[in-house]
């Protein structure tokens, strides 16, 4: 209220003021005069026209794939939550992956680093690269060049199972082998 | 969980009375005055003129409680009602306005505007509107003080009537800067991505969830969009044919354009302000870490380079700062540095698994998502770390980002079975639901215009 009664002192002081510089110097500006009038005259003439850009639609473009792919060649390899180090029960699927690449020396393979549902699409997709990485570490200390070996991460937006379980959820914390053979 | 927002609600302003009080009066022609005095009294005058141009009715800063009571009238004419419901939806969901109900009106909308048929049941702003032509539009608008008894705003719009709702938000708008001096947001967008039989689509709806449709950018896993700050690209993370590239959606030329593909990850994260400049997430070195990239330059600058997780980094509004996670401490967290890299420290103690940062317009708070319970919530936190207060509890909800001008957050939520788009108020009030049943949806960010 305080604040109220100053800023009403202060006005008062205004008013004084603009009748006072009108009386000594008349030739001043017009609005200067008046400026509570003024806003209301200005918006009686307001118009305005309402457009939208049209959206055109734009198509992404397809790039044709170089290889043909051949999946479920492999079991599947799982991993813990929140973790990718290669589990125990990892390194014999791991071991038929890496027999097969050495006898079929023209052909490369590709892992794909999943996640369960838990947790954001960006931080999965971290975790999914770190464990399609470690699945190609394993691979390499076996003897397979690394240059054969593709990764790629899906995060959690590629599960195998959608109920919201502990089965579940386990079996979407997977590393998924596919062969990529040259058309 | 105690929710203790207090950032900004309604309150009438002191300065109402400016315009109402201040007469120049003739009686003192007689009086004059030393030079001195005479400038800054014009000086005085000056400010006075600019002061009642820029009346404001609430100041929508101050954390008092009081919302400012707003009767909107049913217009007449075509498509009268559906455009004046559209405005009272508008004001109503910001939490600032209380529009009060049609049925308590003792004013018919055909009949002129008498202040004392609104003061007598509360109302403080009266909208009144006529809407003429068929399929195009002409809606004349009258905004009044109803205290004052005048009219402060009367203006004339006119669109097809395919535009119906862009008009609808495009008035109140004009309401809404009238009442408060700050830009409404109603005609701003949301952009989400939805997935469809194994397939990825970008769309793009109103901020109340109208009007959707699909941008025809497809993929086979796409995320979350980011606007550039003049709104006028999208740039995302797309993956196609095995790799994950980063493209940019460019609306004046409608086209699509890959700006940054590598081995590995890569997923893109805010725009600078230069247009031209973005900051993203890749495993092309081995695990994730932060770059920024300039696009026509392809000049890439590495900001991190730890053994851990590094995604999801926010930019604050002048570019100085920026929000990530990092697993570094055994979980990820938020963390915050420069814009160079340095100085990062963390910034969430909270809680086993805190993602997804976004950095308020304003400045003054970041959203994320934090497990609690074994659900994903949506928080907010003070760039500081101090404040930590949480918005939602039911579900999952995730992905949150601002409105431009701060005031509301978009997240996605899976409270209903299929993940869907709600918005909300920054303080966790009026959770709504603005994407349709059977559309699986996430990743939403609110356009800047």
Request: aromatic share 10%; proline share 5%.
């Given at each position: 209220?305080?604040?109220?009664?100053?800023?009403?002192?202060?006005?008062?002081?205004?008013?004084?003021?603009?009748?006072?510089?009108?009386?000594?110097?008349?030739?001043?500006?017009?609005?200067?005069?008046?400026?509570?009038?003024?806003?209301?005259?200005?918006?009686?003439?307001?118009?305005?026209k309402i457009t939208e850009q049209e959206r055109a639609k734009v198509e992404s473009k397809d790039i044709p794939s170089k290889f043909e792919e051949i999946s479920g060649m492999f079991k599947d390899i799982y991993f813990d939550y929140d973790r990718y180090?290669?589990?125990?029960?990892?390194?014999?699927?791991?071991?038929?992956?890496?027999?097969?690449?050495?006898?079929?020396?023209?052909?490369?393979?590709?892992?794909?680093?999943?996640?369960?549902?838990?947790?954001?699409?960006?931080?999965?997709?971290?975790?999914?690269?770190?464990?399609?990485?470690?699945?190609?570490?394993?691979?390499?200390?076996?003897?397979?060049?690394?240059?054969?070996?593709?990764?790629?991460?899906?995060?959690?937006?590629?599960?195998?199972?959608?109920?919201?379980?502990?089965?579940?959820?386990?079996?979407?914390?997977?590393?998924?082998?596919?062969?990529?053979?040259?058309? | 969980?105690?929710?203790?927002?207090?950032?900004?609600?309604?309150?009438?302003?002191?300065?109402?009375?400016?315009?109402?009080?201040?007469?120049?009066?003739?009686?003192?022609?007689?009086?004059?005055?030393?030079?001195?005095?005479?400038?800054?009294?014009?000086?005085?005058?000056?400010?006075?003129?600019?002061?009642?141009?820029?009346?404001?009715?609430?100041?929508?800063?101050?954390?008092?409680?009081?919302?400012?009571?707003?009767?909107?009238?049913?217009?007449?004419?075509?498509?009268?009602?559906?455009?004046?419901?559209?405005?009272?939806?508008?004001?109503?969901?910001?939490?600032?306005?209380?529009?009060?109900?049609?049925?308590?009106?003792?004013?018919?909308?055909?009949?002129?505007?008498?202040?004392?048929?609104?003061?007598?049941?509360?109302?403080?702003?009266?909208?009144?509107?006529?809407?003429?032509?068929?399929?195009?539009?002409?809606?004349?608008?009258?905004?009044?003080?109803?205290?004052?008894?005048?009219?402060?705003?009367?203006?004339?719009?006119?669109?097809?009537?395919?535009?119906?709702?862009?008009?609808?938000?495009?008035?109140?708008?004009?309401?809404?800067?009238?009442?408060?001096?700050?830009?409404?947001?109603?005609?701003?967008?949301?952009?989400?991505?939805?997935?469809?039989?194994?397939?990825?689509?970008?769309?793009?709806?109103?901020?109340?969830?109208?009007?959707?449709?699909?941008?025809?950018?497809?993929?086979?896993?796409?995320?979350?969009?980011?606007?550039?700050?003049?709104?006028?690209?999208?740039?995302?993370?797309?993956?196609?044919?095995?790799?994950?590239?980063?493209?940019?959606?460019?609306?004046?030329?409608?086209?699509?354009?890959?700006?940054?593909?590598?081995?590995?990850?890569?997923?893109?994260?805010?725009?600078?302000?230069?247009?031209?400049?973005?900051?993203?997430?890749?495993?092309?070195?081995?695990?994730?870490?932060?770059?920024?990239?300039?696009?026509?330059?392809?000049?890439?600058?590495?900001?991190?380079?730890?053994?851990?997780?590094?995604?999801?980094?926010?930019?604050?509004?002048?570019?100085?700062?920026?929000?990530?996670?990092?697993?570094?401490?055994?979980?990820?967290?938020?963390?915050?540095?420069?814009?160079?890299?340095?100085?990062?420290?963390?910034?969430?103690?909270?809680?086993?698994?805190?993602?997804?940062?976004?950095?308020?317009?304003?400045?003054?708070?970041?959203?994320?998502?934090?497990?609690?319970?074994?659900?994903?919530?949506?928080?907010?936190?003070?760039?500081?770390?101090?404040?930590?207060?949480?918005?939602?509890?039911?579900?999952?909800?995730e992905d949150p980002s601002f409105s431009p001008d701060g005031r509301y957050i978009v997240f996605s939520s899976d409270r209903d079975g299929e993940k869907a788009v709600f918005i909300m108020r920054v303080n966790g009030e009026a959770q709504k639901r603005?994407?349709?049943?059977?559309?699986?949806?996430?990743?939403?960010?609110?356009?800047?215009?």
């Amino acid at each position: 209220m305080k604040k109220f009664l100053v800023l009403a002192a202060i006005l008062g002081f205004v008013a004084f003021g603009c009748a006072e510089r009108k009386a000594v110097v008349p030739t001043q500006p017009q609005e200067m005069q008046q400026p509570q009038t003024k806003a209301p005259e200005e918006s009686t003439k307001a118009k305005e026209k309402i457009t939208e850009q049209e959206r055109a639609k734009v198509e992404s473009k397809d790039i044709p794939s170089k290889f043909e792919e051949i999946s479920g060649m492999f079991k599947d390899i799982y991993f813990d939550y929140d973790r990718y180090d290669v589990r125990e029960d990892a390194k014999q699927t791991l071991k038929v992956v890496a027999d097969h690449l050495r006898k079929n020396t023209a052909q490369k393979v590709l892992i794909e680093g999943h996640c369960d549902e838990r947790g954001t699409s960006e931080y999965n997709l971290g975790l999914g690269d770190k464990r399609a990485k470690s699945a190609k570490d394993f691979l390499v200390s076996l003897g397979v060049p690394s240059s054969r070996i593709e990764t790629i991460s899906y995060g959690k937006e590629k599960p195998v199972c959608s109920e919201h379980t502990e089965d579940c959820w386990a079996k979407n914390r997977r590393g998924h082998f596919v062969i990529l053979k040259g058309k | 969980m105690k929710k203790s927002f207090t950032i900004q609600d309604s309150r009438f302003k002191g300065v109402k009375w400016l315009s109402s009080r201040v007469v120049p009066t003739q009686r003192l022609n007689y009086l004059t005055a030393p030079c001195v005095l005479f400038l800054l009294l014009t000086a005085c005058c000056l400010l006075l003129s600019a002061a009642a141009e820029a009346k404001v009715y609430i100041d929508i800063t101050s954390p008092a409680a009081r919302k400012l009571p707003i009767a909107v009238s049913e217009f007449g004419g075509t498509f009268g009602k559906e455009i004046s419901d559209i405005i009272k939806d508008d004001l109503d969901f910001t939490g600032i306005f209380l529009c009060l109900d049609r049925n308590a009106f003792m004013e018919a909308p055909s009949q002129p505007f008498n202040p004392k048929n609104w003061t007598v049941i509360g109302a403080e702003a009266v909208v009144k509107g006529m809407v003429s032509g068929a399929r195009n539009l002409v809606a004349t608008v009258s905004l009044y003080d109803a205290l004052e008894g005048r009219e402060i705003l009367r203006k004339e719009y006119q669109t097809e009537a395919s535009l119906l709702r862009p008009l609808a938000h495009t008035i109140a708008n004009d309401i809404y800067r009238q009442m408060t001096g700050e830009s409404g947001i109603f005609r701003t967008r949301v952009a989400y991505v939805a997935r469809k039989g194994g397939e990825d689509s970008i769309y793009l709806a109103d901020w109340d969830g109208h009007r959707a449709m699909s941008l025809g950018i497809k993929g086979n896993v796409i995320l979350s969009p980011h606007w550039s700050k003049d709104g006028s690209r999208l740039l995302y993370s797309s993956e196609r044919n095995r790799q994950w590239g980063i493209y940019l959606l460019d609306f004046k030329k409608t086209s699509e354009t890959k700006v940054f593909s590598s081995k590995g990850t890569n997923i893109a994260g805010d725009f600078f302000p230069h247009p031209d400049e973005f900051i993203f997430s890749s495993s092309m070195s081995g695990s994730q870490d932060l770059y920024t990239y300039r696009i026509p330059a392809s000049k890439l600058n590495r900001l991190t380079s730890s053994r851990g997780i590094e995604v999801s980094p926010t930019l604050s509004p002048d570019g100085g700062q920026i929000s990530f996670i990092s697993d570094r401490d055994g979980t990820p967290q938020l963390f915050i540095m420069s814009r160079d890299g340095s100085n990062a420290r963390r910034l969430t103690f909270n809680g086993p698994y805190n993602t997804s940062p976004s950095w308020s317009p304003r400045g003054d708070k970041i959203v994320f998502s934090g497990r609690q319970g074994g659900k994903n919530q949506i928080f907010a936190i003070n760039p500081d770390g101090s404040g930590i207060t949480q918005l939602t509890d039911r579900g999952n909800n995730e992905d949150p980002s601002f409105s431009p001008d701060g005031r509301y957050i978009v997240f996605s939520s899976d409270r209903d079975g299929e993940k869907a788009v709600f918005i909300m108020r920054v303080n966790g009030e009026a959770q709504k639901r603005i994407t349709p049943k059977g559309l699986r949806v996430f990743g939403p960010r609110w356009s800047p215009n």
